[in-house]
């Protein structure tokens, strides 16, 4: 009996970790290092949670419809190391921010810097991201 028990928790902890992992990707999963984008527009919202925080930026196109955008930033306590805190991404700001389409082809992109109207320049992408700075 004891031993049936060990097993199934055993493999409970097992599944539970695949699904943590599942939900984490690399760079390459998801966003295409050929289809570089850059978006410029107002902050909408800000997720500073792990294991990827997002930027979300309305995008006026050139026919004046006004997209969406989530961009992918890396992990929090990588931007906080970078010099970046949530303060510093107050709603309504204007911002540019550079990276890559994902495969999709949908409204989502890999953050690789954002700039600020001030000229604050940060990286914000992923450390397995194309042109990550070395640790």
């Given amino acids: 009996m004891r031993a049936t028990?060990?097993?199934?928790?055993?493999?409970a902890g097992l599944m539970?970790?695949?699904?943590?992992?599942?939900a984490h990707h690399s760079f390459?999963?998801?966003?295409?290092a050929t289809k570089p984008i850059s978006l410029t527009g107002t902050l909408t919202r800000m997720e500073w949670?792990?294991?990827?925080?997002?930027?979300y930026i309305d995008v006026k196109e050139p026919d004046g419809k006004v997209t969406n955008w989530a961009v992918e930033a890396g992990a929090p306590n990588a931007l906080l190391r970078r010099g970046l805190r949530k303060a510093d991404f107050p709603i309504g700001t204007e911002v540019v921010v550079t990276g890559?389409?994902?495969?999709?082809?949908g409204p989502t992109a890999s953050g690789q810097n954002v700039s600020f109207k001030d000229g604050r320049?940060?990286?914000?992408?992923?450390?397995?991201?194309p042109n990550a700075p070395e640790k």
Avoid: M, Q
């Fill in 121 to 129: 320049n940060f990286f914000l992408g992923a450390a397995d991201a």
């Fill in 16 to 22: 539970l970790s695949a699904a943590t992992a599942w």
């Fill in 28 to 32: 390459a999963a998801e966003f295409d």
């Fill in 5 to 11: 028990l060990a097993i199934a928790l055993f493999c």
């Fill in 100 to 105: 890559y389409r994902a495969k999709s082809g």
């Fill in 49 to 55: 949670v792990n294991p990827h925080g997002w930027l």
